[in-house]
């Protein structure tokens, strides 16, 4: 039973196996946004329930379907993945930040957390596979509009959770990850508290400069550990809101360069 287990597990690990099971993620993704769209989530948006309630089973269903996309990915060998602290995540009012150093780690947060709202790439608007889900969900658009900032502060005070990636795009690999003050800056005006998450990807796989047919010579192992709570009044009593978000800016970019560097 050892030999033949470690077989399987070699075959997994063979660099064809991941290319073809790679493949077949982005198709099934593709696929699967656009059955979300057409036959699932029509279905469920106009199942009878208070607008909250059906926005919540939306927003459960586009989460589910993420999860079980992290699931095909591990169970194929794709890659491995280990989430820590995922318990403390999905609070009211919680605003959670991510680095953002590869494609997948939308998809897995997003898939452990399914309740949360999330700002994503205005660009999804237009993209026929996602167009469907981030719309029923209510996703926030990143325009870079100050209507978007309000937006993003008004869910946290409803008691949404938000989650956030301040640099706004994919980490550049090797370089230590660049925040936009904008989330420093919604978390100041809404946030009841920033709970960091510290993602690792080793080695990198789908960045900016890597398309999807690149696929590592070793399998890709992803790590999400969650840090301790950031009290957004410790930065903002006493202080106006620039001063406040800055502050909050520059701790985050000195948490996470010590962070990832460990």
Known sequence: MDLAAD???????????????????????????????????????????????????????VGRAFWLHSQFMYRTGVLDYRFEGLERLGRPGQMIVANHPSLIDVVFLLGHVPDANCIVKHSLWKNPCMRGPVTVAQYISNDGSAEMLDRAAEVLREGQTLI?????????????PVFHRGAAAIAVRGARVITP???????TTLTKAEPWYRVPHRRVRMHLRVGDDIPVEAFSEGAPAPIAS????????????????A
């Open 7 to 61: 077989s399987v597990t070699r075959r997994r690990d063979a660099w064809a196996w991941r290319f073809v099971f790679t493949a077949l993620s982005f198709a099934l993704f593709g696929i699967g946004g656009v059955l979300l769209r057409v036959l699932i989530l029509p279905v469920v948006l106009h199942w009878p329930g208070p607008p909250a309630r059906r926005r919540r089973r939306a927003r459960r269903t």
């Open 246 to 261: 800055r502050r909050i800016n520059e701790h985050l970019h000195a948490l996470y360069a010590r962070e990832l560097q």
């Open 164 to 176: 956030v990636f301040p640099e706004g795009t994919r980490t550049t690999p090797g370089e230590p």
């Open 197 to 203: 998450v510290f993602i690792t990807v080793r080695p």
